[in-house]
């Protein structure tokens, strides 16, 4: 006999909501709600499991017994299971029971668990908290920080890796994280923080892009209101959060939604639809109505619940192609007899309408790697609603470039000027991202040529054309101070190296340049659009050196930007110039504090009458080798 009292959550209107995959904030409803009845403090269950044959929910509380607590299906077809228990309170352990269509019993995981048990444990945590957020300042100001036209400087981190208290051979916490990593980025002059997934997931090595619980933060690093905790830190000192989210796949693991209830629920039934080759995970089925439900639900439920200021979407292009990874025979055409998976990409901008109207002060960027057209165009224009995408372009033609020797880089000066013929047909980010120091890929400072002091001035120039090229950026951790090895998410980063001199060059280096990247308006003003952008010279082959021009709103905000390509520095080299003028040289990569050689510093610069670049005005420069620097015109 059933100890579930009857109870709903759901109205009729949220049923037909869910039913249509318009039900955007289902975790209010779905999963395990503390509440009184009747005068009785316990827990509500709803659980989606349309080809059940029966659901109970197991526990601490019952002896894991599925015959104590079973649920009561709903009699309107939604699919739904649910039931009140009384007694069973907050930190109570459970799974749901589940009796499948094909007469197999599992044991699941709830989807919408708001807390979970430490991998390796699977099971989910009755969990509500009432934490008390203190950043309403930031709240209500964050528009400016988040905007397009802001600057947008953000360190990718992996939290497991970042620094861990090695003594005790563990993990750093929430809290702890919210004392150091917070002091370090806002030391290092970011302006945002991308924490990669922090949703629960059972296998380290998949870096948490494999995700079992997709409302819960992995208990790893402590209790979900700890992480409250760290992203109210990081607001209290004027730094965004970016969360990754993966919408792409999950893991096929026993507990998670794979089989969820006997069926491909929240699966696509077609393998060739269904099934990632490439991670060995399952693929949602991004055209039923429930599971859109679902993850615009999820989406939504880290901006509200959690105030991320926005969302890095993984493995955009793997959503947006059938045939993606994939080949002939592997995958059947859409309607139309194209490539396009076009059930992902109503999804998508569902997706995106949905973050952007309930959310306007955040960014939604997506990492998507092909020539897809419109990614970060508005839906009503025919895009895919992202506020930015991942310009991949750029960062492989441009880590190609650097890796060359400089001797060779005369032949291949189109490889680095190239993503400039497209920079403008996206909002893009520049990524020089986990993925690029791992898999024998080398750390950045590695894929430099050279001895020591060029692969570290080569990583300096590198960082700073990414950061006076236009769009947004991103860097890795440990790419900052030039970490050696490559990125092993299994260690705390190589923090002692910052007792050597090219390495705390490095980091003083990258502090500054983002402080120069945050202040300076014609770097970030116009970054997404042409007309803060001018060549002043990119065919100088010979002498491997780049020359151009970053404008804002207003003229005497413009920067001139030199980079000399090679370790050979170039006195006497001249380059036109907008207008009659002096000027003074505001950055220089080849400073003693940043282990440069300091030895060609323009002090005084004056502008001549001669022609040149196709400029009436032009300057004679010395160019430190492998370096870059900025001038800005004086003030009258």
């Known amino acids: ?116 048990e430490h991998p390796p444990k699977t099971g989910s945590i009755i969990w509500e908290d009432n934490y008390n957020w203190k950043d309403s300042s930031w709240m209500k100001n964050r528009k400016k920080h988040n905007a397009l036209n802001a600057p947008f400087s953000v360190y990718e981190v992996h939290l497991s890796s970042w620094k861990q208290k090695t003594a005790e051979n563990r993990f750093m916490s929430y809290t702890e994280l919210a004392d150091e990593l917070v002091n370090y980025v806002v030391d290092m002059n970011f302006t945002h923080v991308e924490l990669m997934p922090i949703m629960e997931f059972p296998y380290d090595p998949s870096w948490g892009y494999q995700i079992t619980g997709y409302f819960a933060p992995t208990s790893r690093f402590g209790y979900p209101d700890e992480l409250k905790f760290l992203i109210d ?96 025979g592997e995958w059947e055409p859409n309607v139309y007899g194209g490539r396009e998976n076009l059930e992902a990409i109503s999804f998508l901008q569902e997706m995106n309408i949905a973050v952007y109207e309930n959310f306007p002060d955040v960014q939604t960027i997506a990492e998507e790697s092909t020539s897809f057209p419109k990614v970060s165009s508005p839906v009503f224009a025919g895009g895919l609603g992202f506020g930015m995408k991942w310009m991949m372009g750029w960062m492989h033609d441009s880590l190609g470039y650097f890796s060359k020797e400089t001797i060779y880089r005369k032949y291949h000066q189109n490889e680095v000027t ?59 951790q440990g790419c900052e101070f030039g970490q050696i090895s490559e990125w092993n998410f299994q260690k705390s980063l190589d923090w002692f190296v910052l007792k050597y001199d090219v390495h705390k060059g490095a980091k003083n280096f990258v502090k500054d340049l983002n402080m120069f990247y945050k202040t300076e308006k014609a770097l970030f003003e116009k970054q997404f659009s042409e007309d803060g952008f001018e060549w002043i010279h990119h065919n100088d082959h010979e002498n491997s050196v780049l020359s151009y021009i970053r404008k804002g709103k207003s003229t005497k905000d413009n920067i001139i ?76």
Not at 428 to 436: Q, V
Not at 597 to 618: C, D, R, Y
Request: aromatic share 14%; net charge neutral.
């Open 233 to 328: 830190k990081f607001h209290e000192n004027n730094i965004g959060v970016l969360l990754d989210w993966v919408p792409s796949h999950f893991p096929s693991d026993a507990h998670g939604l794979g089989n969820f209830d006997g069926s491909c629920l929240y699966e696509h039934p077609d393998p060739r639809k269904g099934y990632h080759q490439d991670w060995k995970s399952l693929i949602f089925n991004y055209g039923r109505n429930e599971v859109k439900s679902f993850l615009i639900s999820n989406a939504l439920f880290w901006l509200d619940q959690y105030h991320a200021d926005g969302l890095r979407v993984d493995a955009v292009a793997s959503m947006l192609f059938l045939d993606y990874s994939r080949k002939d």
């Open 1 to 116: 006999m059933s100890k579930v009292i009857a109870h709903s959550l759901f109205s009729d209107f949220d049923i037909s909501l869910f039913k249509a995959g318009k039900h955007y904030k289902l975790y209010e409803k779905m999963g395990a709600h503390l509440l009184v009845k009747d005068g009785i403090e316990g827990t509500y269950f709803a659980v989606w499991a349309p080809s059940a044959k029966k659901v109970a929910v197991i526990g601490d509380f019952n002896y894991w017994n599925s015959n104590e607590h079973q649920l009561h299906v709903r009699w309107d077809s939604s699919g739904i299971w649910e039931g009140f228990i009384p007694y069973v309170q907050k930190g109570n352990v459970y799974k749901y029971h589940i009796l499948g269509s094909d007469d197999m019993v599992q044991e699941k995981a709830d989807p919408y668990a708001k807390r979970c």
């Open 561 to 636: 930007i030199i980079l000399n390509l090679t370790q050979i520095p170039r006195e006497n080299y001249r380059i036109g110039i907008p207008k009659k003028g002096n000027l003074k040289e505001i950055f220089n990569s080849d400073l003693s504090k940043y282990n440069g050689t300091e030895n060609f510093v323009n002090a005084s610069i004056s502008s001549e009458n001669t022609p040149w670049n196709s400029k009436a005005q032009s300057v004679v420069l010395n160019l430190p080798p492998l370096a870059m620097i900025a001038l800005k015109y004086k003030k009258d």
């Open 418 to 476: 190239f993503s400039l013929n497209y920079a403008f047909t996206e909002n893009f980010m520049l990524p020089l991202s986990h993925d690029e120091v791992v898999y024998g890929k080398k750390s950045i400072v590695d894929k430099m040529p050279g001895d020591e002091w060029q692969k570290f001035a080569n990583i300096r120039l590198l960082y700073s054309y990414m950061y006076t090229h236009p769009g947004a950026k991103l860097l890795f």
